[in-house]
């Protein structure tokens, strides 16, 4: 039985569930006579900002497609925005696991829609300082590694204005229009979900509902 994630036939937490334990328990000639590439090679996650040892990377898998057999090597840390059955609404989590034993597996789209996640890898060393963000309450997850919010703005309604020790990744999770505005008035226009914008350590931000609808993003710190 192949190491695949059933998204459309499982809710969420479930699939994610049954495929990491299905994953741990195959043997290692699973894959025997096929092509084996490590994460960042994998041609549908692809790597959209690289800074040093922490990468962003876009999944998308059509309907009908999945991926090579790929290597996981590094901490990860997902947002999801979509399955083969609809939106995820920005549902976060992380695994930590494959920076000791490193996991191998394939993941594959049954559809009908999009498989999309925008995935954060860090490949740094643990983190264990107090090095916490101004202006952001409680994480909705934190490790080592990485640290998590979440905002929700009502239309024309603005946030604090933050500033985080790590480098920073924002991701609308639903439709709406999202303005990111830097100290210095350089702003970022994230328009759909699934849009991201980086944010470098110690560049303080604000962001604001330019849109009609209430809007929801994460905010992804990966820790070094």
Do not use: C
């Amino acid at each position: 039985m192949r190491n695949l994630e059933r998204a459309k036939l499982l809710p969420f937490s479930i699939a994610l569930a049954a495929l990491l334990l299905s994953s741990f328990a195959l043997p290692q000639d699973e894959f025997a006579g096929q092509r084996i590439v490590n994460i960042v090679d994998e041609p549908r996650h692809r790597t959209v900002h690289l800074d040093g040892d922490i990468r962003v990377l876009d999944v998308q898998i059509n309907p009908g497609d999945q991926t090579l057999p790929h290597t996981h090597d590094a901490a990860i840390m997902y947002t999801f925005i979509s399955n083969g059955s609809g939106p995820l609404n920005g549902r976060v989590s992380s695994i930590t696991d494959y920076v000791k034993e490193s996991l191998t597996h394939q993941v594959e789209n049954e559809g009908p829609g999009l498989f999309r996640i925008i995935a954060l890898a860090n490949y740094g060393p643990p983190v264990e300082k107090n090095d916490l963000p101004q202006g952001l309450a409680d994480p909705a997850l934190e490790n080592p590694w990485f640290r998590s919010y979440r905002i929700e703005l009502a239309p024309g309604k603005s946030s604090a204005m933050f500033s985080h020790q790590n480098p920073v990744l924002i991701v609308q999770v639903n439709e709406g229009l999202a303005h990111i505005s830097r100290e210095d008035g350089i702003t970022a226009e994230l328009d759909a979900m699934g849009d991201w914008a980086w944010r470098n350590p110690a560049s303080r931000y604000q962001i604001r509902n330019a849109g009609n609808t209430s809007v929801a993003l994460v905010i992804n710190e990966a820790r070094r």
